[in-house]
């Protein structure tokens, strides 16, 4: 069974899990070099920061409380220096925590998008797009925060807790006690507050990726949107999401909010029990003021620590949720996989193109069928015609040849390899295709055209337009094949898309070219040009046509009729007419008035 993203739904209370830290901290591997020199500085932030209450207190509790003004200059200026110092340390600190946090994240992301990129279909078919998009954004973006401040500001602070607590302790081991005595408290409040923290951080991040989702798929679908007045709908939609995340990141916030307050509450009732037994023994003479005076200095700087502690808790869990989410995104495995003896197609790019189905049989979910006992062949250069109402498995047919799903039973073979026995990477040069929802990236309409071959010249996308009777088409565009395309496609006619994929396609240089509605958004006059150039450039290619248009059937060497899933007749266009079965009551419904 493939591991899915956590759902929305399990939220229940995580603490930290050591496994998800161990395998984030895996990813400041690399950067080795930089994180321990963040360490250094990580250190000398540690014991500074006590150090500089420490001297702080010998100030006090020595010129200042003794009335010795002439002994404050150089005792104040070391202050001032080591100040400084100090000071530098925590900029450089802050820098290379800052780098390293974006340095991961570089990698995190650029991990997500290689394993996404290598995951087939049917994960894309089952997953939202906008939650793909939150793992890689919002989650990626709060595991920054673990990796740039969690880490290294607790290990500051737990260094300040340990050099002032040696401080402490060397002063006064009985005023020491009181604050050992504390310890237990503090564990309390924080196991009490770690399952209900964790899931509120949890439910925040899955709550966003809700939004996120409906978010993507409201801009994608806004054509659909305002053609039929949802808007009104859609935005309720929305609005019930954003309220319910802002409820969550209510709920997340309130309990924050209790639980940095008691930790506080928790230092501040330490320094006034300090006060009360430090006093007391003061008066009675066992402890000199110096000593109390330091006593409290770090002792304020301890407790300080405490709340930074918590604070950076608190951000774990909301970097452990992300991470949580991320590593289940990575770790989600294909749904197949090419098996150990995988090997490439036996034949050069552009040759070739033997499609043989046996016994083929696909669904999309188990139990499911689409299509059943699919069984035929395809010679090199051959045409073949898929014809069908809609969800007669056409489409399906051809998903299948281009090696987007494999087939629930039976056996594919391209030029006499099983589909399933050869690799990914050296099937999918050979198979090209044109479909009606011409998808195009943003870039110019030459970046578009060379997408399926990276090393064609200018000239090659040139000649390639000219084969296909276009580039006239091309070069009226406001900058010619330098046209700027927008997202999706933006910014050009639906013909002008396909015009471009059609080019794209060729220039690929495919064996296999599947058409899918290729010619629906071009006019007559445009895809008579492109007819009239296919019987030379389809020359040697095997071709798989769907299309209503009778002009791009007539001359298809072989036609095969779906219905249900099944190829219910098979044979060319004349035999079909005059067989006067479903083929013929096909044409009569949808092809009629176009002659032949």
Not at 103 to 127: G, K, Q, S, Y
Request: hydrophobic letters at 45%; a positive charge; proline letters at 5%.
């Amino acid at each position: 069974m493939s591991a899915k993203p956590s759902s929305s739904g399990d939220t229940g209370p995580r603490p930290l899990d050591l496994r998800i830290v161990r395998r984030l901290w895996s990813y400041t591997r690399p950067h080795a070099r930089m994180r321990n020199l963040l360490f250094v500085f990580v250190a000398l932030r540690a014991i500074q920061l006590p150090v500089l209450a420490w001297l702080t207190a010998r100030i006090v509790s020595g010129p200042i409380a003794n009335h010795r003004p002439g002994d404050l200059p150089w005792p104040v200026a070391g202050w001032l220096g080591f100040a400084a110092f100090t000071e530098a340390c925590f900029v450089f600190r802050m820098r290379f925590a800052l780098l390293l946090g974006e340095l991961v994240v570089t990698d995190l992301r650029n991990a997500i998008f290689a394993h996404l990129l290598e995951l087939p279909m049917p994960f894309f078919d089952r997953t939202p797009a906008g939650q793909l998009v939150n793992r890689i954004t919002s989650d990626v973006d709060v595991v920054r925060l673990g990796v740039q401040d969690v880490a290294f500001v607790t290990a500051v602070q737990l260094g300040n807790l340990v050099v002032s607590a040696a401080f402490m302790l060397s002063y006064d081991w009985r005023l020491f006690s009181v604050m050992l005595v504390m310890a237990p408290v503090l564990w309390l409040i924080v196991r009490s507050f770690r399952n209900s923290l964790s899931a509120a951080y949890r439910a925040q991040q899955e709550s966003f990726g809700r939004v996120t989702a409906s978010l993507v798929e409201s801009v994608a679908g806004i054509r659909e949107i305002q053609a039929f007045a949802r808007q009104p709908v859609t935005a309720g939609v929305f609005d019930r999401l954003v309220q319910d995340h802002g409820a969550f990141n209510l709920t997340a916030h309130r309990r924050s909010s209790v639980f940095q307050p008691l930790l506080e509450l928790n230092g501040q009732l330490f320094l006034a029990i300090i006060l009360v037994l430090g006093g007391r023994q003061v008066l009675s003479g066992s402890v000199r003021v110096e000593v109390m005076i330091q006593f409290l200095f770090l002792s304020t700087a301890f407790f300080a620590a405490i709340p930074n502690i918590g604070t950076q808790y608190s951000q774990a869990l909301t970097a452990m949720a992300g991470a949580e989410r991320v590593f289940a995104l990575l770790d989600t495995p294909p749904d197949w996989r090419d098996p150990p003896g995988a090997r490439p197609l036996a034949v050069p790019v552009g040759h070739g193109g033997r499609v043989t189905f046996s016994g083929v049989g696909f669904g999309y979910l188990p139990g499911v069928p689409v299509l059943h006992d699919i069984t035929f062949d395809a010679e090199p250069g051959q045409t073949i015609a898929l014809v069908g109402h809609t969800g007669s498995g056409k489409s399906t047919l051809v998903k299948l040849i281009a090696k987007l799903y494999l087939p629930s039973s039976g056996r594919i073979e391209i030029d006499g390899q099983d589909i399933r026995e050869l690799t990914n990477r050296s099937l999918h040069p050979h198979v090209a295709s044109v479909t009606q929802d011409n998808l195009l990236f943003m870039g110019s309409v030459r970046d578009n055209i060379r997408f399926g071959n990276p090393l064609a010249s200018d000239d090659d996308v040139r000649d390639a337009a000219a084969k296909l009777d276009v580039a006239d088409i091309l070069e009226a565009l406001p900058d010619g094949f330098d046209t700027r395309v927008g997202e999706r496609g933006a910014g050009l006619s639906m013909g002008q898309r396909q015009v471009i994929c059609f080019v794209r396609a060729l220039l690929a240089d495919p064996g296999i070219l599947i058409l899918d509605e290729a010619t629906s958004a071009i006019d007559s006059l445009t895809e008579f040009r492109i007819q009239r150039a296919m019987s030379r450039l389809l020359r040697g290619r095997t071709a798989f046509v769907i299309a209503h248009r009778l002009s791009t059937i007539r001359n298809a060497d072989q036609v095969l009729v779906f219905e249900q899933g099944r190829i219910v007749e098979r044979g060319t266009h004349r035999e079909l007419r005059l067989q006067g079965g479903r083929y013929a009551r096909l044409h009569q419904d949808f092809l009629g008035g176009d002659g032949g």
